[in-house]
């Protein structure tokens, strides 16, 4: 009665948030599962970006409800966005749900479980649905625990919780709250001890990661909380890589840019949201920034560091976007030239203010602005990426590729994705790799091995 598996939706700060339960299970005597069938509790760890995410989680769970009527002691439950977003008006459409647990309470969840199974075990009367959506302080501070089980050459680190910008199409502010900034000294000691059981790199996630400490700690000369934690981080021996997402571009100023030349580990890739690139739709938006100014980040990175990789997040079909700004984003989009982009096209989310404007983009004109935006997306990244065919890149390892035998996947410093036949004994190792094929996702290559000729350098690694 203690096989639990963890479904997870969405997001980086989802999976971080997942395996931090499953070790929490662990650590509390449960047994976490990679097989839904053997389970006998699932919990389903919710996304609400879309609707169409909801649909799926609430499809989902549907379709579990009927293994309870089989079983009755099987355990169902929801945690996360979805759950805090839509609160227990989830109940009057799966009554069968034992637990419905907020973005501010994963902690809770093997006390729960504990609870619902003490209950069972005394053949107590069942409790109905256990509910905890409350806000709770400090509890960004449980999002800590990493699994033991296997090394992580890359691990997550979350930073912080919530979001205190209300851009118009976003439900993150209604599902996490307000921002709550962990410790310093906590989040160096989670990355040390990452660090002392093999990990080599981090990302730091947070919704809007780098107004981490604002109005909390203190700029020191001119430096702000995030990039004095950046500083530390770069200062942990045996880390080697440091990434972070996602950020605002709100929050690129001088000193976060001038980071980019000066903190080593700090690696030359940077995911940009601009969502529009016409000034009208980013103020329906609510995002506080003008293309103007998006470019002038964009080229103050690249004075700084011309190598660096770019993505981005754009939507397409916002409320009232005429061609004219839609060609204002496609003009943008084009002169950046980006390695990697997520383009959506607008659906509603109800409950967020852009809910109230009118829908107004038809579908087709939405597919045909997605489908522009995904042409010059193709065409650059294969361009960036054919660039660096011939070029030495140093990748680090992250361990056997999904597909090809003998083949490791690993990312170089602007985090594209490289297969290279190497040997297991490398994997957790920055290696240099000479690249020799690509494409428009994925690179290619060989190890280079000092003094060995490079077209004998896969098979000698093998
Ligand atoms: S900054 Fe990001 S997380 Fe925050 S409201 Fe805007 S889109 Fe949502």
């Known amino acids: 009665m203690n096989r639990v598996y963890i479904k ?25 599962v990679d097989d839904e069938k053997s389970a006998d509790i699932v919990l389903l760890n919710t996304c609400a970006v879309r609707d169409q995410a909801e649909q799926k989680a609430i499809g989902k769970t549907g379709h579990l409800a009927k293994r309870k009527r089989d079983n009755p002691d099987f355990i169902l439950g929801i945690m996360g966005c979805m759950a ?216 103050q990175l690249r004075a700084v560091q011309p190598e660096i990789s770019l993505s981005t997040d754009i939507i397409v079909g916002f409320p009232g976007e005429t061609e004219e700004d839609f060609h204002a984003t496609r003009d943008l989009f084009e002169e950046v030239g980006f390695d990697m982009a997520f383009i959506f096209k607008y659906s509603e989310r109800s409950g967020t203010p852009a809910a109230e404007m009118e829908d107004d983009v038809p579908a087709e004109v939405k597919d045909a602005r997605n489908k522009v935006l995904l042409e010059i997306l193709g065409r650059s990244s294969l361009e960036r990426n054919t660039a660096l065919i011939g070029t030495e890149q140093s990748i680090l390892l992250e361990g056997p590729a999904r597909k090809g035998e003998g083949l490791f996947m690993g990312r170089n410093p602007g985090n594209r994705k490289v297969l290279v036949p190497a040997n297991p004994r490398l994997v957790g190792e920055c290696v240099p790799v000479r690249i020799t094929e690509t494409t428009v996702t994925t690179l290619s290559g060989h190890l280079c091995l000092a003094g060995v000729d490079e077209s004998s350098a896969g098979m000698l690694a093998r």
């Open 8 to 32: 997870t939706y969405g997001c980086q700060m989802n999976e971080r948030d997942s395996e931090a339960v499953a070790v929490q299970l662990r650590d509390r005597g449960y047994t976490v």
């Open 84 to 299: 805090q977003n839509r609160g227990t008006e989830l109940l009057d459409r799966l009554p069968d749900l034992d637990l419905l647990v907020g973005t501010q309470k994963f902690h809770r969840v093997p006390e729960m479980l504990d609870q619902l199974i003490r209950r069972e075990n005394a053949l107590g009367p069942r409790p109905n649905t256990l509910v905890d959506l409350e806000e709770e302080a400090g509890s960004e501070e449980t999002i800590r625990e990493h699994s033991g089980d296997q090394r992580q050459v890359s691990a997550y680190v979350s930073i912080m919780q919530g979001c205190n910008m209300h851009c118009t199409f976003c439900i993150v502010p209604k599902t996490r709250g307000a921002e709550r900034y962990r410790e310093m000294d906590s989040i160096c000691a989670e990355i040390e001890e990452l660090v002392s059981r093999g990990t080599r790199e981090v990302t730091l996630l947070g919704q809007i990661v780098n107004s981490y400490g604002m109005r909390r700690i203190a700029y020191r000369n001119g430096i702000s909380p995030f990039v004095q934690l950046l500083e530390r981080v770069n200062a942990i021996e045996g880390l080697e890589r440091i990434r972070f997402t996602s950020p605002h571009p709100r929050g690129f100023q001088k000193d976060l840019v001038e980071a980019y030349g000066r903190l080593e580990k700090l690696m030359p890739y940077v995911h940009l949201p601009l969502q529009s690139g016409s000034d009208r739709v980013l103020k329906r938006m609510r995002r506080p920034y003008t293309r103007r100014r998006f470019l002038e980040i964009v080229a």
